[in-house]
């Protein structure tokens, strides 16, 4: 048993006992709670992902390509549970190689593979939910991280600069290139292989990495505070033409130098009656 808590409701849930995927919980709280195996392939996927991304070849043809091996059906059957994608089945040869005795031995055979393309504007949300929010990008810039003679994890960052080159996927509805740019997952059940190919475009400059930043909630507009006025009440202020004396916070009241007193707003009235 464990507890969760859902911060949309603000709700802490005691003593949970976890359930595989889709939840039984009667509750219906622990909607993202699956077996190990698919987070644990979902995670060695992204990563495979942002790897080949962040490749700083100069590759014409701007293609990487990414396998897992053993890939469970039931993570393939959850991914395409999270797209909005028609899955096309189509026909594949597959090929092996093995020795037996002295002899090379090569096999094919056809099977049915499946195929789900992500290139439009509506599929960003659709990887975003199983790959995350970064999906489709990646950088060109090389980022040093010594771990030194530390035993723990160490980590180390840089800002992506608006005269770096990024590789970006731009889910756009139309496209600009021969061949398309997005991301093609290719399933053989047969073989429990998943194959991703990525093909992406080199963006340069602010304006043109700016929206596709943006769009993936890399970039957040800071909202302006309001800077609240800050009235110079030193020992050198005149006020009512007197310096101050002394100030009274609690009471928030103005002692002078001549005995007389004023209030907090009294004062920043006059003082602002002079600016």
Same mark, same amino acid.
């Given at each position: 048993?464990?507890?969760? #808590?859902?911060?949309?409701?603000?709700?802490?849930?005691?003593?949970?006992?976890?359930?595989? &995927?889709?939840? +039984?919980?009667?509750?219906?709280? !622990?909607?993202? /709670?699956?077996?190990?195996?698919?987070? @644990?392939?979902?995670? $060695?996927?992204?990563?495979?992902?942002?790897?080949?991304? @962040?490749?700083?070849? %100069? @590759?014409?043809?701007?293609?990487?390509? /990414?396998?897992?091996?053993?890939?469970?059906?039931?993570?393939?059957?959850?991914? %395409?549970?999270?797209?909005?994608?028609? =899955?096309? $089945?189509?026909?594949?040869?597959?090929?092996?190689? &093995?020795?037996?005795?002295?002899?090379?031995?090569?096999?094919?055979?056809?099977?049915?593979?499946?195929?789900?393309? !992500?290139?439009?504007?509506?599929?960003?949300? /659709?990887?975003?939910?199983?790959?995350?929010?970064?999906?489709? !990008?990646?950088?060109?810039? #090389?980022?040093?991280? %010594?771990?030194?003679?530390?035993?723990?994890?160490?980590?180390?960052?840089?800002?992506?600069?608006?005269?770096?080159?990024? @590789?970006? =996927?731009?889910?756009?509805?139309?496209?600009?290139?021969? =061949?398309?740019?997005?991301?093609? !997952?290719?399933?053989?059940?047969?073989?429990?292989?998943?194959?991703?190919?990525?093909?992406?475009?080199? =963006?340069?400059?602010?304006?043109?990495?700016?929206?596709?930043?943006?769009?993936?909630?890399?970039?957040?507009? $800071?909202?302006?505070?309001?800077?609240?006025?800050?009235?110079?009440?030193?020992?050198? +202020?005149?006020?009512?033409?007197?310096?101050?004396? %002394?100030?009274?916070?609690?009471?928030?009241?103005?002692?002078?130098?001549?005995?007389?007193?004023?209030? #907090?707003?009294?004062?920043?009235?006059?003082?602002?009656?002079?600016?």
């Amino acid at each position: 048993a464990s507890s969760l #808590f859902v911060s949309k409701t603000m709700t802490l849930w005691h003593c949970q006992s976890f359930s595989s &995927f889709p939840s +039984t919980s009667p509750h219906r709280i !622990l909607y993202s /709670c699956f077996p190990s195996t698919i987070f @644990n392939q979902l995670i $060695a996927i992204k990563a495979s992902i942002q790897s080949a991304l @962040n490749t700083r070849g %100069k @590759n014409a043809r701007n293609r990487v390509v /990414c396998k897992l091996d053993n890939g469970s059906r039931y993570t393939w059957d959850y991914i %395409k549970s999270a797209m909005v994608v028609e =899955v096309e $089945a189509s026909p594949a040869v597959v090929k092996t190689n &093995f020795i037996l005795r002295d002899e090379l031995v090569v096999e094919k055979w056809r099977t049915t593979q499946e195929q789900v393309n !992500l290139t439009l504007p509506e599929h960003l949300s /659709c990887a975003q939910k199983v790959f995350g929010t970064s999906v489709g !990008l990646g950088v060109r810039v #090389f980022v040093p991280c %010594k771990i030194g003679s530390s035993t723990g994890r160490v980590s180390s960052s840089r800002v992506i600069s608006k005269t770096d080159t990024i @590789n970006v =996927v731009p889910f756009e509805p139309e496209e600009q290139e021969l =061949v398309r740019r997005g991301i093609v !997952l290719r399933y053989i059940p047969k073989l429990s292989q998943l194959t991703i190919i990525i093909r992406f475009r080199r =963006v340069t400059g602010e304006a043109r990495m700016v929206p596709h930043l943006q769009s993936r909630g890399a970039i957040y507009e $800071a909202e302006e505070e309001e800077i609240e006025p800050v009235w110079p009440l030193h020992s050198d +202020t005149t006020i009512f033409n007197s310096f101050i004396k %002394k100030i009274e916070l609690r009471e928030e009241i103005v002692v002078l130098q001549n005995g007389e007193q004023a209030s #907090f707003d009294a004062s920043i009235a006059y003082i602002s009656s002079r600016i």
